[in-house]
Structure formats: C-alpha cells, structure tokens
C-alpha cells in the first residue's frame, strides 16, 4: 500500500473463539463453560471421529440444520482429532470442574432429604468447596448455586481459552457455528488475545477512522508470518461517511432479526444488535456498519441466547457503546448466568442492570424493564427482559421472544404504563426444545417426549393477538423471526410459507390491518418514522 493511513475494510469478520468454537455466552461464565466443554464440544468432537460420513450427510439434510454436526465434509478428522485432545489436556480443569457439578447434584438428591444443609457441605467435592451455597427451595427440593465473581477469579476462568480469528466474508453463507469448531484456515489470522483486549477496539476503530498499518501490526503482535493475509484485510478507501439523523422525529431502523436502531437528534438506542456485513453482492437489501451512528448512547440485551447477544458484532461496537443495558440475574443459578459479570468480563466497563419495572432516565427518554416469560423451556431463568422505549411522548414496546403463556401479566403492566404506539413482538412460535441449548447443564436426560413440550418459544397468533390487544398499538411489527440470510449461521432457521411461524405471524397482521393498524412482518430492512 501506497499510504500507511488505511481503513479496516467493510467485510471483515472478527470473530470471537473459545478453545477453537464459535464464543457464545454459555462459554464465558466457567460453569457454563465448563459444561459446555463436556456435554457439547468433546461430545461432538468423539462422534464426529467416529463417524465422519454420518456428519457429512446430516449437514446437507434441511431437516438436521442446527443439530450436533460438524460440517467439514467429512474430512479434516486428524485436526478434529487433535483439537479434542488438545481440548481435554487444555481444559483439565473446566472437566474436572463439570464432573464435580454432576457429582454434587446426585450427593443432594441423595441425601438432602429436608434436614439440615450444613453437614452436607463437607461432601461438596474438593473443586467446588467456596464457590457453591446449597440450598433447598420452599417444598425443600434441594439445590445449590455459585458464586460466581468468585469462579471470574478462579483457575475455572482463563482467558488463554478466548482468541480472535481474523478474516473477509463475501457471502451471507456460513455453516452452523455452534456445532463446528475453527480449524486453521489460510486466509485467516488467529490472534491467541483475550476478548477484553484493547487492541481490538482499535482495529475497530478503523472501520471509519484510518489509522496506521504498523501501528496495528504492533498493537496485536502480527508476525512477519501472518503480514500478508493481515494487509489483505485493509483498503485505502474511505468508507461512506454515516449520516447523522437530523430531524425532529424518531427514526426507528430495522436491521435484522430482534436488531432495531431509535435515533432522534440527540440520542441512540440500540436493540440486541447483531450487524450484517456488507462489501459485496447481496441479495436481499440491509441496513449495515455504515448506517451506525459514531456514538450508541445505549444498547438494550433482551435475553440470554446467541441470536441476541453476538459478541461478534458487540465487540466490534464496544468502542461507540456509552451503557450497556442488561437484566439482572444474581442468583448464581447454573441455567442463569450473570450477565454483568460476563460483560464486564469481556472489557465492557458501563453494564447497568436493571428489572422488572426499573426505569432509566435521560433526556426526554426513559427505558423500563418489562417482564418476559416463556421462551426459556420453564427454566428458571431471570436473565431477560423487554424493553418499553418512550421518547417524549412516544411510547414503543419491544416484546422480544416473549410467550405470552399468561396474558393477565400484561394486562397488569398496561395498567402502569398505559397503552403504547408501536409494538415489536417476535413470532418464533415452534422454537427448537429445552436440550437444543440448555441439554449439556442438565445432570441427567430429560425424556424424549418432556423435552418436546418445553420448547425455546415465542408467541403464536393467538397469544400475540392478546398482546396486541393489552397495549392498543397502532403498529405492529413481527420481528425476531432469524430469517435473513446473515443470520442462519447462528439461527438455523429456513421458513417456507407453509412454516408454522410464517402461518401464525401472517394471521396476527391480517388481524391487525382488519381492525387499523399497520402490521408488518420485518425482514432485511425497513426504516420507520414516527
């Protein structure tokens, strides 16, 4: 390059590993983590050695999109091989850690018996000693749970397990990343850094500001070895500047899945973001990077799961992100890892937390905690939340993945917060069942048939039309469905008109339109304006 002033080109995915997968938050909490390493990384790694030709043709069946695959043809067995070894030498501990867990379990369902806990805590295995209180519940089921800051102080949290792997996407298509690991590849960069390293918002910096080649190199320890790859990951060309919404409106941009942008003249607030790439040809139309504003006032997590915090893009944005606004959840649960703990542990340094009807402040807007129920597979899990937005004196709802199982819940909440003027509600009414996400922390298998009924769910028509009719929108948007092409690789979702989503979010609009309100189910992109 002619000038050593480039910018980081529009294209290029950082992408966050753990022990060589695809990082999502189950793998950044130690005891997710390590139950994570045994009931699903080594798990699939044993069978894919076994029977690399059953893998190969699981991936090519629609049926099986999302399932324990490894997609890499299968080939590449003797680096599978490798990795798993690697993984069970490397991660002694989390193993050590997770067998500990399940022997804990079986010592309580053995012997706590509705006397007494505290003789018991000198049969809590070695490992676990001063990380775990044991409790019962008030039917005296016993139970335990972890102090987790203690376990982000630990041997069981290592950031040597977290690495960034560098490298240009030209398409949308990606396999399914929580079933296959990262192998070398070469035209990728793999930097052994942890996620909170500063470097990185550097290199993202330079997405709209140049900066200097060497100055990178230096910050992230490029080696002569890696330089030629690295260069290819820059261009001289200036990206197109963004532009900052002026108006005296609120501009509400869609950019995928539950991803929504509010912009006034003064504030930003991003929803669960995810953003596409962009650089290339594309088929179906988005909002991208450049359509961000330099300073994101706050991003608002709903819940806990992959395809609504993607540390792909969160990373990437930390750098522009004033408060980050999580739900709380301090019960030290296994199933409910701390959000605030995990963020904060990745290099975010501005995590609010906030609950059930807890309201933020600032300027002329204000952001209360709605409750959010289902979707969880009867789990009890705290961490999530929906949003209620107001600016001045308008009032949006975002329902996220929230099953309306009880609609009285909201009936309440309307009765505090009144009626509002749009509502963004997610229609993922099938949703994939409890083991697809949550199966490597359970102690013992659920049977086949339980495991069914508790799905990871979100609303269908009937339950969405009593949304609607709680809160009196005068619109309404379907989102959340994980039906644009940038998101597959981490939904696995592929719909057809006949798809029982489709089918329900399709009556809640026609039901919508027929009594005056505008109804849209949202894909790819879609501005609003209010």
């Known amino acids: 390059m002619k000038t050593d002033q480039v910018y980081l ?14 990082a999502w938050s189950h793998l950044i909490s130690p005891s997710t983590a390590a139950m994570n390493v045994i009931g699903r ?26 399932g324990p695959f490894i997609d890499y043809e299968g080939k590449r067995v003797g680096e599978i091989e490798k990795l798993r070894n690697d993984t069970l030498e490397n991660q002694k501990e989390l193993i050590v850690f997770s067998e500990a867990v399940k022997e804990l379990d079986l010592m309580l369902k053995t012997k706590a ?11 809590v295995p070695e490992v676990l000693k001063g990380y775990v209180e044991l409790i019962y519940d008030l039917n005296n089921q016993p139970s335990f749970r972890f102090f987790e800051s203690l376990l982000y102080n630990s041997e069981f949290y290592k950031e040597t397990s977290q690495s960034i792997s560098l490298w240009l996407t030209n398409n949308d298509e990606r396999p399914f990343v929580l079933s296959t690991p990262r192998l070398e590849d070469k035209d990728k960069i793999h930097l052994n850094i942890p996620f909170n390293h500063k470097g990185l918002d550097v290199l993202s910096k330079m997405r709209r500001t140049p900066n200097s080649l060497k100055v990178i190199k230096e910050t992230l320890g490029i080696t002569s070895d890696m330089e030629s790859v690295f260069d290819s990951f ?47 040809h594309q088929e179906v139309d988005r909002f991208s990077d450049m359509h961000l504003p330099e300073v994101i006032d706050y991003v608002l997590i709903t819940h806990n799961h992959q395809d609504h915090i993607l540390f792909e893009t969160l990373i990437p944005l930390r750098h ?71 600016v001045g004196g308008f009032k949006i709802l975002f329902v996220a993945d929230s099953c309306n199982v009880e609609s009285k819940i909201y009936e309440h909440v309307q009765t505090l917060i009144g009626d509002v003027d749009v509502i963004f509600l997610g229609m993922e009414c099938d949703g994939a069942p409890l083991s697809w996400l949550y199966g ?14 508790r799905r990871l769910a979100g609303s269908n028509f009937e339950r969405g039309k009593g949304l609607v009719e709680a809160f009196n929108p005068k619109e309404v948007y379907v989102y959340a469905m994980g039906q644009e092409p940038w998101l597959e690789f981490i939904s696995s979702i592929k719909y057809t008109d006949e798809s029982n989503p489709i089918v329900q979010s399709d009556l809640l609009i026609k039901y919508c339109n027929n009594n005056n309100m505008i109804a849209e189910r949202l894909f790819g992109e879609k501005e609003i304006m209010y």
């Open 113 to 123: 018996k509705g006397y007494s806990l505290e003789p018991l805590y000198k049969e």
């Open 320 to 390: 522009k992100i004033r408060n980050i606004v999580v739900p709380r959840s301090s019960n030290g649960s296994l199933q409910d890892p701390s959000l605030k703990l995990m963020f904060k542990s990745i290099g975010f340094d501005n995590v609010i937390e906030i609950d059930e009807m807890d309201t933020i402040n600032f300027k002329d807007c204000a952001i209360t905690g709605i409750p959010f129920i289902g979707e969880h597979s009867d789990l009890n899990i705290q961490a999530k939340i929906c949003h209620h937005v107001s």
């Open 9 to 22: 080109k529009p294209n290029l995915v950082i992408e966050p590993l753990f022990d060589n997968w695809y």
């Open 41 to 66: 990384h080594l798990k699939i790694m044993s069978s894919y050695i076994q029977a690399p030709t059953a893998h190969a043709a699981a991936v090519k069946n629609p049926k099986m999109l999302g």
């Open 440 to 453: 490597p922390l359970l102690s013992e298998p659920l049977a086949r048939d339980k495991d069914s009924s």
């Open 234 to 280: 820059f261009t001289t060309e200036a990206p197109k500047p963004y532009e900052k919404y002026t108006g005296d409106k609120v501009r509400m941009r869609y950019f995928g899945h539950a991803c929504i942008l509010i912009e006034t003249k003064d504030v930003s607030i991003l929803l669960d973001p995810i953003i596409s790439y962009y650089g290339y």
